[in-house]
C-alpha cells in the first residue's frame, strides 16, 4: 500500500524558513513525478513545486519561484521542499503528490495518482 507522510510543518515569522519533508513508500512501481500542493485557507489548491525522479528536472510556481527550492532523495524515497523568505500568504496545510505515469501538466492536481495528509504551515508575526 502506498503511503506518502508529509513531516516539517510548523509555524514562523515572515522572513523565516521552514523544511517541510515527504516520505514515500510501499510504490511496487517508480513515480515519476513527486509534487508539492498547498490549500491557503479561503482558495483553491495550488501547485508549488514538482520534481522528476528520473532526471532531477524541478518546476516552481511564480509565487514561490527563488524562494523555495524541491529536493529529491531517490535512494531514501523522499522529497523536501525547503522554504525561505516565507510570507503569510504561504499560510497553509501542504501536501505532497505523486504520479507514477507521464505528467502533462504538474500544476493539475488530477494528473497525480497519490496523496499525503498534508503538514499545516502558518506563517505570522
Known amino acids: 500500500q502506498v503511503h506518502l507522510v508529509e513531516s516539517g510543518g510548523g509555524s514562523v515569522q515572515p522572513g523565516g524558513s521552514l523544511r517541510v519533508s515527504c516520505a514515500a513508500s510501499?510504490?511496487?512501481?517508480?513515480?515519476?513525478?513527486i509534487a508539492w500542493f498547498r490549500r491557503v485557507p479561503g482558495a483553491e489548491r495550488e501547485a508549488v513545486s514538482c520534481?522528476?525522479?528520473?532526471?532531477?528536472?524541478?518546476y516552481y510556481s511564480d509565487s514561490v519561484k527563488g524562494r523555495f527550492t524541491i529536493s529529491l532523495d531517490n535512494a531514501k524515497n523522499m522529497v523536501a521542499l525547503q522554504m525561505n523568505s516565507l510570507k503569510p500568504e504561504d499560510t497553509g496545510v501542504y501536501y505532497c503528490?505523486?504520479?507514477?505515469?507521464?505528467?502533462?501538466?504538474?500544476?493539475?492536481?488530477?494528473?497525480?495518482?497519490?496523496w499525503g495528509q498534508g503538514t499545516q504551515v502558518t506563517v505570522s508575526s
Open positions: 510501499g510504490f511496487t512501481a517508480p513515480y515519476s513525478h
Open positions: 503528490a505523486a504520479v507514477l505515469t507521464t505528467l502533462d501538466d504538474w500544476r493539475q492536481g488530477y494528473e497525480y495518482d497519490y
Open positions: 520534481i522528476s525522479s528520473r532526471d532531477g528536472t524541478t
